[in-house]
């Protein structure tokens, strides 16, 4: 099947300059970005999905809403403070703060996430003791953040 002509084609930042190849049996466009940049993208890409510039679209997005998400958030060595108070994830379905069940073996999960990183605080047989595991977990934390300050 022979694609369609995409040169000259215009989405969002995007000017589609030539046929730059296929990708995984897919036309690969070469496109110019109005920040400058150069990229490729598929025909799927460009229409179905509508892709609308190289990037630096989402990154000003970001930049501008930075300020404001950070003034949400109390940062302390790259942990959010405010994590520990924030209300329990519509998508959690033990009720713990992190703990969850884990198929694969039957138990409980308990872990923490510290400067960026998930730690895994073990595996269970009761709910009662992951939620243990847990709570003494975060205070050890926080008396860690405080020692710190």
Same mark, same amino acid.
């Given at each position: 099947m022979k +694609? +369609?002509?995409m040169v000259g084609f *215009?989405? /969002?930042? =995007?000017?589609?300059l030539r046929r730059a190849g296929t990708k995984n049996g897919k036309a690969l466009w070469e496109c110019q970005c109005k920040c400058g940049n150069k990229c490729q993208y598929t &025909? &799927?890409?460009l229409r179905a999905f509508g892709v609308e510039s190289c990037g630096c679209l989402q990154k000003e997005k970001a930049r501008k809403l930075a300020p404001i998400e950070g003034r949400k958030r109390t940062l302390k060595d790259g942990t959010? =403070? %405010?994590?520990f108070n924030r209300e329990i994830g519509k998508n959690n379905t033990s009720g713990i703060k /992190?703990?969850?069940y884990y198929k694969k073996t039957g138990k409980w999960r308990a872990q923490i996430r510290v400067q960026g990183k998930n730690y895994h605080l073990g595996l269970y047989d009761k709910i009662e003791d992951a939620e243990t595991a847990r709570k003494i977990a975060? *205070? %050890?934390v926080k008396k860690w953040i405080n020692e710190r300050k």
């Open positions: +694609a +369609a002509d *215009e989405h /969002g930042r =995007l000017k589609v &025909t &799927t890409q959010c =403070l %405010n994590a /992190g703990v969850s975060e *205070e %050890n």
